[in-house]
């Protein structure tokens, strides 16, 4: 029954903290120790934050800046890849060109030496058609018979 007097314990809640109140003053300042704590911790998680929304934002301009580089290198790898397509059209044609010269000067050649045959042959043709000719004509006029008068002989030589 005398046991009313006594301090019973406290029921811990969120407001309650984990000091006896036997001195108030004690109690107060600690309190306002503690809050100068939190809010010194909590504008070192505002600074925290901001820093890292400056970081976001920086990796926001960098991936931007990113994208516009990749999207720079995919077009410098179309126009490489144009470049060597042209590249190999070149050495292509080049390799054409360099199988027509060969061509032409082939041609060429054989013009120049058909040339050669066509001087050493034709007096030899001309010849031989100038002797045949001539036997033919004088045949014909020895196998007539009678006056030779001009027009008979052209007549003759004509073959009518």
């Given at each position: 029954m005398f046991n009313v007097f006594k301090k019973k314990p406290e029921e811990e809640t969120q407001l309650t903290d984990q000091i006896s109140v036997d001195n108030l003053k004690a109690y107060v300042v600690h309190g306002y120790d503690k809050e100068k704590e939190l809010q010194s911790k909590l504008d070192r998680k505002e600074q925290e934050i901001n820093g890292l929304k400056v970081k976001i934002e920086e990796l926001d301009a960098l991936k931007v800046v990113l994208e516009n580089k990749e999207r720079i290198i995919r077009e410098l790898n179309y126009k490489y890849e144009k470049v060597e397509a042209l590249e190999k059209q070149i050495i292509d044609t080049d390799n054409k060109w360099n199988d027509q010269v060969i061509k032409n000067r082939e041609l060429r050649n054989q013009i120049s030496k058909m040339e050669q045959e066509r001087r050493t042959i034709e007096p030899i043709i001309r010849s031989s058609a100038r002797g045949e000719v001539i036997s033919r004509i004088t045949?014909?006029?020895?196998?007539?018979?009678?006056?030779?008068?001009?027009?008979?002989?052209?007549?003759i030589i004509k073959g009518k």
């Amino acid at each position: 029954m005398f046991n009313v007097f006594k301090k019973k314990p406290e029921e811990e809640t969120q407001l309650t903290d984990q000091i006896s109140v036997d001195n108030l003053k004690a109690y107060v300042v600690h309190g306002y120790d503690k809050e100068k704590e939190l809010q010194s911790k909590l504008d070192r998680k505002e600074q925290e934050i901001n820093g890292l929304k400056v970081k976001i934002e920086e990796l926001d301009a960098l991936k931007v800046v990113l994208e516009n580089k990749e999207r720079i290198i995919r077009e410098l790898n179309y126009k490489y890849e144009k470049v060597e397509a042209l590249e190999k059209q070149i050495i292509d044609t080049d390799n054409k060109w360099n199988d027509q010269v060969i061509k032409n000067r082939e041609l060429r050649n054989q013009i120049s030496k058909m040339e050669q045959e066509r001087r050493t042959i034709e007096p030899i043709i001309r010849s031989s058609a100038r002797g045949e000719v001539i036997s033919r004509i004088t045949e014909r006029i020895e196998n007539h018979k009678g006056n030779l008068s001009k027009a008979k002989a052209v007549e003759i030589i004509k073959g009518k």
